[in-house]
């Protein structure tokens, strides 16, 4: 079946622009989460989600960055007035189990966005 | 905070041989230890996992160790072969936070054949 998928796969902003990157998880599953990943570093937490709730927001690196996932499947990660050190690449991963259960994430291919 | 430290950063190999690559966690609660491993410009992908509740696991050429107590684990990649060069990543985490995942550094891995 179709994985996990991310759009645009590439986006090159200027400084000070929004930018809107989406992520359409594996069908039915409940849990999806955000990554940033840098350069030559390992993904870092961002926010996760259960159906429609954010549960935990505490990876946003700052209030320009807002997510939302309003019918439980599809999201979008927002990341508003856009500096350079947001230049990095954004992974999505969904997982078929809530809270307390421990399974498989998986992932997308990713958003590698560009601030110039 | 949470955190995660992975060695080495590079790790060459000749093919054939083995590999193994370490990480530690500061959780003492977390529960769950997956390895991914990442090609350039990929996305990453689980290789083998490990729950708190035993100390080893195998899948073929891929073994995980798990010690609770000093809160390490590693991966051991036998009989490499070119196509496993990649970059491994190691996560840690609890399942009462719903599963978000602490990723190490990163291990970049060359198998030369």
């Known amino acids: 079946g179709a994985g996990v998928s991310q759009s645009p796969r590439y986006k090159v902003a200027k400084r000070g622009q929004d930018v809107a990157l989406r992520c359409d998880p594996i069908s039915g599953h409940v849990s999806l989460f955000w990554y940033q990943q840098a350069l030559g570093q390992g993904p870092e937490f961002l926010t996760y989600?259960?159906?429609?709730?954010?549960?935990?927001k505490s990876g946003l690196p700052s209030d320009r960055f807002f997510a939302e996932r309003p019918e439980g499947s599809v999201s979008t990660l927002k990341i508003q007035r856009t500096q350079q050190e947001d230049s990095a690449v954004y992974l999505c991963?969904?997982?078929?189990?809530?809270?307390?259960?421990?399974?498989?994430?998986?992932f997308g291919p990713g958003t590698r966005l560009t601030v110039l | 905070g949470e955190n995660v430290e992975q060695h080495p950063s590079t790790l060459s190999v000749q093919e054939g041989d083995s590999a193994v690559i370490k990480c530690t966690y500061s959780d003492s609660a977390s529960n769950y230890f997956p390895w991914y491993k990442q090609e350039l410009g990929k996305r990453p992908q689980l290789i083998i996992d490990i729950r708190s509740n035993v100390g080893e696991k195998k899948d073929q050429r891929i073994a995980v160790t798990l010690n609770k107590t000093a809160k390490h684990f590693s991966l051991h990649i036998t009989e490499t072969q070119p196509e496993d060069s990649a970059v491994y990543f190691c996560a840690a985490s609890r399942g009462n936070q719903g599963g978000k995942l602490i990723f190490g550094q990163g291990t970049e891995l060359s198998v030369k054949p």
């Open positions: 991963a969904s997982s078929s189990r809530t809270s307390g259960a421990l399974n498989e994430q998986f």
């Open positions: 989600f259960q159906n429609e709730a954010q549960l935990d």
